[in-house]
């Protein structure tokens, strides 16, 4: 259960302005907004919606540029009811934004949600969002100081119409995608870094349409189970086959099933081909749907408090999906982030210049050099006429 912000009588964020900032990948004149009721039980109302370019066009900042304030409507009315575990899509609005830029996404709820339903939220955002009671314009003569929290409540993605041809990546995984070590209000997670290379151009050729970079990273999940968050293979559909514009997926995970397992030989053998089969759930599944489908080596854990084990049996499954991944699977392609940070000296760690302190996350370094294994020709123009996906 995440969080409870403002809670009073029964009710969270009643009453409650919410503000956060979200970066987009791709550039265009509209956008419209998903916010996303997905694991509460009961409606959600929200009140009013509003977007804005931050001052300075910095994430994690609470200030607004002057002048750039929108309204958000739904079907034309300013707000909107999310049935419990629904989504709902806002109506376009002409907002122009560049690739790259920082968007300022602020909601009001007059009656909250009832806390017995629970809240959707994302934990750990490395993104500074901001909490205030009362309706936001209330505070302007007052200059009231709003609550920080680095999480991000509702929103569940920022669309931009980026013209004919644009597609989409999923980046599909757990903490190391969703950028635990990486830099509160950066943006140098690997997918930010990645998104950046193919705004770069330059090293990217035969990259000439819009790329969006959809980072569905969740910090602890796992392919198999349910752990923080459902799994791999329950969330797919919503995650990534579900996404506008998808065209190719980008498979991340596995470290967390590995870690969470018994450190005996015959869990571990198990764990490793469990994996294998939820991999390759994921490929048929994603196929089906018309995406390329790319897989990353899982990184070394060596050290790590909880994860590494004496006898080596985890590591041993960590390499026999390795091993699988590098040996001629049905991924279209193989990204070796392993190969990418493992420490050459002992390639059960982290390379010390990529390792965040704890053995098992990167910092922005290691995740710039993630970004950089990725190989340039995977998203270009001549994808097979059977792959082709459907573009929203």
Known sequence: MPPMPFTRDGRVLADSTLRQTVRVTVGGPRIRLRFSNAYGTTDLPLTEVRVARPEGGLAGVFPIAAGSSRAVTFGGRPGAVIPAGAQVVS?????????????????????????????TSHPGSRTRSYLLAGHLADHYASRSQPAPVEHWYL????????????????????????????????????????SGRLRSGGSWPGVPRPVAVVNQGIGGNRVLRDGIGP?????????????????????????????????????????????????????????????????????????????????????????????WFRSGTRFDGVVDFDRAVRDPDDPRRLRPEADSGDHLHLNPVGYRALADAVPAGYFGCDEPEERTARVG
């Open 91 to 119: 109506d376009p609005l002409d907002f122009p934004l560049a690739a790259g830029a920082v968007v300022t996404v602020t909601i009001y709820l007059l009656a909250g949600a009832d806390v017995a339903g629970g809240l």
């Open 155 to 194: 929103l569940a993605g920022v669309e931009v119409q980026a013209g004919d041809g644009a597609c989409a990546v999923i980046a599909l995984g757990d903490s190391l995608t969703d950028g635990r070590g990486s830099t509160t209000d950066g943006n140098d997670r690997w997918p930010d870094q990645f």
């Open 231 to 323: 799994s791999a293979l329950a969330r797919l559909d919503r995650d990534v086959l579900a996404v506008s514009g998808a065209r190719w997926l980008v498979v991340f995970e596995g470290v967390n099933d590995i870690g969470t397992t018994d450190a005996t030989a015959a869990a571990c053998e198990g764990v490793a081909a469990d994996l294998v089969f939820g991999y390759e759930q994921i490929i048929a599944r994603a196929r089906a749907a018309g995406l390329g489908v790319y897989g990353a080596t899982l990184t070394p854990f060596g050290g790590h408090e909880l994860y590494d084990d004496p006898g080596g049996h985890r590591e041993a499954a960590r390499q026999a999906v390795n091993e």
